[in-house]
């Protein structure tokens, strides 16, 4: 079966901007089965030859701080098991927050790579701003900016590299 990469994360940080350029339109089609909520979007895409399923989670989001890390944690556990490697997507203009520790302890845990996306990274000015998510613990992480476009290809070189 084809490798399978999970994007994880709090909402907000730029999820499924950053799936959505990963797989252009290569949207997968997955049939609902009844009496079970659906909060992942398959898809496909390719890099350097490489075939590769990819996850977005979250389509749920519940208000207040309680539901929010039991989202978070919900979908970090969910894409643990499915995933061959992990992007964590963080926010660079709300910087290292309370949820995204949470979320890297998951991951940690899981055993399973991982790589830090750095999202909201619009400008080079804002290149300082990833600076703080190496005290993730997951090594470099990359600069990302879903809206414009920049740093899909230095995330998936990543991501393959630890397939
Ligand atoms: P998700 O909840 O993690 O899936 O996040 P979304 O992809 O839905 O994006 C959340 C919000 O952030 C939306 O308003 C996006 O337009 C915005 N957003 C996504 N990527 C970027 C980015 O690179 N820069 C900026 N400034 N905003 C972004
Ligand atoms: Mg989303």
Same mark, same amino acid.
């Given at each position: 079966a084809r490798p399978v990469i999970a994007i994880v994360g709090r909402p907000n940080v730029g999820k499924s901007t950053i799936f959505n350029r990963i797989i252009g339109d290569r949207l997968a089609i997955v049939e609902d089965k009844p009496g079970?909520?659906?909060?992942?979007?398959? =898809?496909?895409? #390719?890099?350097? +030859?490489?075939?590769?399923s990819v996850?977005?989670? =979250?389509?749920? #989001?519940?208000? +207040?701080?309680?539901?929010?890390?039991?989202?978070?944690?919900?979908?970090?556990?969910?894409?643990?098991?499915?995933?061959d490697v992990i992007v964590f997507m963080v926010d660079a203009k709300a910087g290292l927050t309370n949820a995204d520790e949470e979320v890297a302890q998951i991951l940690f845990r899981s055993g399973k790579p991982v790589v830090v996306g750095v999202n909201k990274v619009d400008n080079l000015q804002r290149m300082d701003d990833i600076y703080e998510f190496y005290s993730l613990g997951f090594g470099d992480p990359v600069a990302l900016s879903g809206s414009?476009?920049?740093?899909?290809?230095?995330?998936?070189?990543?991501?393959?590299?630890?397939l």
């Amino acid at each position: 079966a084809r490798p399978v990469i999970a994007i994880v994360g709090r909402p907000n940080v730029g999820k499924s901007t950053i799936f959505n350029r990963i797989i252009g339109d290569r949207l997968a089609i997955v049939e609902d089965k009844p009496g079970i909520t659906r909060d992942r979007i398959y =898809g496909s895409g #390719e890099w350097n +030859g490489i075939a590769f399923s990819v996850i977005d989670t =979250g389509g749920i #989001e519940i208000d +207040g701080e309680d539901g929010l890390l039991r989202l978070v944690r919900a979908q970090a556990e969910l894409a643990i098991e499915e995933a061959d490697v992990i992007v964590f997507m963080v926010d660079a203009k709300a910087g290292l927050t309370n949820a995204d520790e949470e979320v890297a302890q998951i991951l940690f845990r899981s055993g399973k790579p991982v790589v830090v996306g750095v999202n909201k990274v619009d400008n080079l000015q804002r290149m300082d701003d990833i600076y703080e998510f190496y005290s993730l613990g997951f090594g470099d992480p990359v600069a990302l900016s879903g809206s414009h476009g920049i740093g899909i290809g230095d995330l998936l070189d990543a991501a393959v590299a630890k397939l």
